[in-house]
């Protein structure tokens, strides 16, 4: 067995390395992510076990996707790879130096065939954490049913659920997204937003307030991610607060995912609030300031490099 299971779907990137619009011959990079992935890898290189479930298509971008994920150490023995149907791709241009612009091309493509067959609920009620993001639901009506095969089957286990509300307005409406959040928010122990996220169910507030209202759905651990303000948190009854690090901003996408990987390896390693958001914040800071969604997640070796205020460590 492992320590996490996650699911959702992953997809190709190509990703300009010039700021503008995307032009012929433009240069570009050949990557791929996915929420759920991003946290999986994060997890991986500190040490802990995660496997991914998920529909990939068999073609070059597909291959590309299961074994970069093999690599990383997750394990993809529950990914199906289907022969009718596409890997699913983002395009993503520096359309200027501030302004970064994704185009998805996933619509019926090989994530959103996800079904509750392919939850291998087994895996999942021996595993100690499920982890499943906002965006699979707004996928297909069966990805969103097999969100929730998932958190039924980790909850009568006893399993630990984690849900990041993680939307993405591209995919479905913010009056959609909100029932949706609403139920999986009651469903989990542990919940991350933005502060905007938190209001699409609970409404506006202070960040203490809409917290709290969070709270009040079911989870015991509630997590805003706060971006350069680092992160504001409720657990278990008590607040917590911790700082962003002092990074150079390179690239914001996956930073999220990268403070989720961060918060649950501490949990997993049964450290307290303060250092389950400490981690969260250096895995949050690793990212924004290497290029890729999750490229530049630390290994747990590596955490102690943004201690102090030395450039060059040697
Ligand atoms: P999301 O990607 O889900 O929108 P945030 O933007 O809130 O999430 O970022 C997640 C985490 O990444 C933050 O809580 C923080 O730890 C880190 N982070 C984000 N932006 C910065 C920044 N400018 N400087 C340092 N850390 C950052
Ligand atoms: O959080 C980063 C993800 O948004 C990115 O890697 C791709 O899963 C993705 C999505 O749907 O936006």
């Not at 050949?30 to 290189?45: D, K, P, Q, Y």
């Not at 969100?147 to 659920?161: F, K, N, W, Y």
């Not at 949990?267 to 914040?281: C, F, I, Q, T, Y």
């Amino acid at each position: 067995g492992v320590q996490v299971v996650t699911l959702g779907e992953t997809m190709a990137l190509v990703a300009a390395t010039t700021t503008g619009a995307f032009t012929v011959g433009a240069p570009a990079r050949i990557s791929f992510g996915g929420a759920e992935t991003n946290v999986a890898i994060g997890l991986s290189r500190l040490g802990h076990s995660a496997a991914w479930i998920g529909r990939l298509g068999a073609d070059p971008l597909g291959f590309l996707v299961k074994d970069a994920l093999r690599a990383e150490g997750i394990d993809v023995s529950r990914v199906r790879v289907d022969s009718d149907v596409a890997t699913g791709l983002m395009l993503r241009e520096h359309r200027t130096a501030d302004r970064v612009r994704v185009s998805y091309y996933r619509r019926g493509l090989a994530g959103s065939r996800l079904t509750p067959a392919d939850i291998d609920t087994e895996l999942i009620q021996r595993a100690g954490l499920l982890h499943v993001s906002g965006i699979t639901s707004a996928l297909s009506e069966s990805a969103r049913a097999a969100v929730h095969t998932a958190v039924e089957a980790a909850r009568s286990a006893g399993v630990l659920v984690s849900f990041d509300f993680n939307y993405r307005a591209a995919l479905w409406s913010a009056r959609e997204a909100a029932a949706e959040f609403e139920s999986l928010v009651a469903q989990a122990d542990i919940v991350f937003a933005g502060e905007e996220e938190a209001a699409m169910v609970v409404g506006e507030g202070s960040v203490d307030e809409v917290t709290k209202a969070l709270v009040a759905l079911g989870p015991r651990q509630v997590v805003l991610k706060r971006g350069g303000e680092g992160a504001y948190a409720v657990i278990d009854g008590e607040t917590a607060t911790s700082p962003a690090l002092k990074v150079s901003l390179i690239d914001p996408v996956g930073a999220g995912d990268a403070f989720v990987a961060g918060y649950l390896s501490a949990l997993l390693d049964d450290l307290g609030p303060a250092e389950r958001l400490r981690r969260g914040n250096v895995c949050g800071a690793f990212a924004v300031s290497v290029s890729g969604d999750w490229e530049g997640l630390p290994r747990r070796s590596e955490l102690a490099t943004m201690d102090g205020t030395e450039n060059v460590a040697r």
